[in-house]
């Protein structure tokens, strides 16, 4: 859940670092530090609070040196405080670490060193790793063999980057199991090593993924990558296509309404290269997907998190409807412990904008132990998820900061409609004509999406009716009923308004018995072929009084005449609908938090990309 950024060359670190680290504060914003090794010692600045608290400690006592290592930090054991804030360091101040995971077996580790003199300066499970690191070394006098002896001894999944005073001109760097990635860039005469790609993109491009169960000795003219128990690895150079300017928030207020206006071109891009209008005709190149392979395919298990579990349930829908696979969609956190039914007919589809949650990742885990056939779509280029499948569809939206996910939502229900045509071709349940019309729908896709960002002031109009409001009621039906799920979803992460999602016609089961004129009730209602039965809702709500705020389809003077605030959508293939109608309940919830002056980018207790379980 941590960001984490190191560097050993001939320019400052200290620079460096703290740049690379306002990439990654979107990863953890709880405390921040930093270590630099300078004049024959580590010194270390941390800070609790934001980033911003650190930049300021390091500005009143600086610090510089050539080598270097930083973090951000998301809290899970102990409080969020200077105390506890990375880089951890030893008690003899010889060594530290930053650390993104959770120690499993800590309190046995700390006992252990308890037990040996070992004095503790914090209360995270962390400083576990840099206590043993140097026990060992008393033993070994090899930094490499300390951090080995130490990682053999840890359980659970994590990233570790170590720097010592007694071999200062080298950092290590280790990945064990799917706690977040371990990214290595590659300069000249100068390297790096991040958490993740923003926080180095902008000095290189070339980059190495380490994989589980692999560290890499890093200088500053070479990089050794092995396995833990000291194999040597070649690995596979990447080069990254992203823009660096791509992660910052340029004219935009915040990066979430920066990703908001992006998925114009984000959607054309997630449709580039992969749609030849002419011929009707879907391209998926990196999923190879053949026609054994597709009527091969009995059924499909979509496991995701949060906002990506979300698409995965409008991607049953548009499989099911379309390439008639039966499809189940399971929460990632959940599919590993249901001893879900696996075989090679099968196939596990993981979602993940980042593709490094921990939860997606055991998921993924448990499909290839099955035997399953391994899909992910993924917008993290490089991710663990990306490089474990047998098949992907990169979603392409580029970097996505904002920890409320917007365009890596939109993008991967393009692509599950691309998937479900594709399929359905591949499989022949489909003709010519039919596909021809599907494919010709996408289209329209990114200009609807485009119409929809033009309204942004009567959204916030909407906004301010409703932002002192304690709670709301979100109602969808059919392939709107996830985006009611969605918009609730947004509201409570950024807005801290409570807000549940729920099926429309479950309301009159139970949850009708909350309604009254204080309590906004936001009705996805297009028109699809769920639309009657929508309007009976609304006449539901506002027969007992609910103020209703109505997703309609442009020039619907039914819902116009019953709802109390019309958030209007341009037509749209009712298969499509789904993109469109989640627009203005992004920009709904962003324009409510701003409202009420809170910080959307880092909304408390989240953080972008979920690698610990």
Sequence with gaps: ????????????????????????????????????FSDGKLSIRRGAGKLEHLIEKVSSDPVHGKVGIGHTRWAT???????????????????????????????????????????????????VIVQMIERYYRETESLEEAVDKTLARLKGAHGVVVLSVWEP???????????????IGLGENENYVASDIPAILEHTRKMIFLESGEKAIITSNNVEVMTLDGKVIHPQVSTIGWDPVAAEKGEYR??????MFEQVRSLTDTLAGRVDFEKGKIFLDDLHLDASLARRIKRIYITACGTAAHAGMIGKMLIEKIARVPVEVRIASEFRYEEPILDADTVVLAISQSGETADTLAAMEEGRAGGAILWSIVNAIGSQAMRIASGCISMQTGPEIGVASTKAFTAPLVDLYMLAVLLADLRGVITQEERKTLVEDLRLVPDLVGQCLDRETEVIHAAEAIREAETA????????????????????????????????????????????????????????PWYEKMVSQIEQVKARGGTVVAVATDGDQKIQALADIVLWVPRVPWMLSPVITVIPLQMLAYHIAVLRGLDVDQPRNLAKSVTVE
């Design 1 to 36: 859940m941590c960001g984490i950024v190191g560097y050993i060359g001939s320019k400052d670190a200290t620079g460096i670092i703290l740049n690379g680290l306002k990439k990654l504060e979107y990863r953890g914003y709880d405390s921040a530090g930093i270590a630099v």
């Design 77 to 127: 054991h102990g409080e969020p405080n200077e105390r506890n804030a990375h880089p951890h360091v030893s008690n003899s101040g010889s060594v530290v670490i930053v650390h993104n995971g959770i120690v499993e077996n800590f309190r046995a580790l700390k006992d252990e060193l308890l037990t040996m003199g070992v004095s503790f300066k914090s209360d995270t499970d962390s400083e």
């Design 169 to 183: 001109d080298k950092i290590i760097a280790a990945r064990i199991g799917n706690a977040g990635g371990v990214v």
């Design 254 to 259: 915040h990066f979430m309404q920066k990703e």
């Design 473 to 528: 009621f979100y109602l969808g039906r059919g392939i709107n009923m996830p985006i009611a799920y969605e918009g609730a979803l947004k509201l409570k992460e950024i807005s801290y308004i409570h807000a549940e999602g729920y099926p429309a016609g479950e309301m009159k089961h139970g949850p009708i018995a909350l309604i009254d004129h204080e309590m906004p009730v936001i009705v996805i209602a297009p028109d699809d």
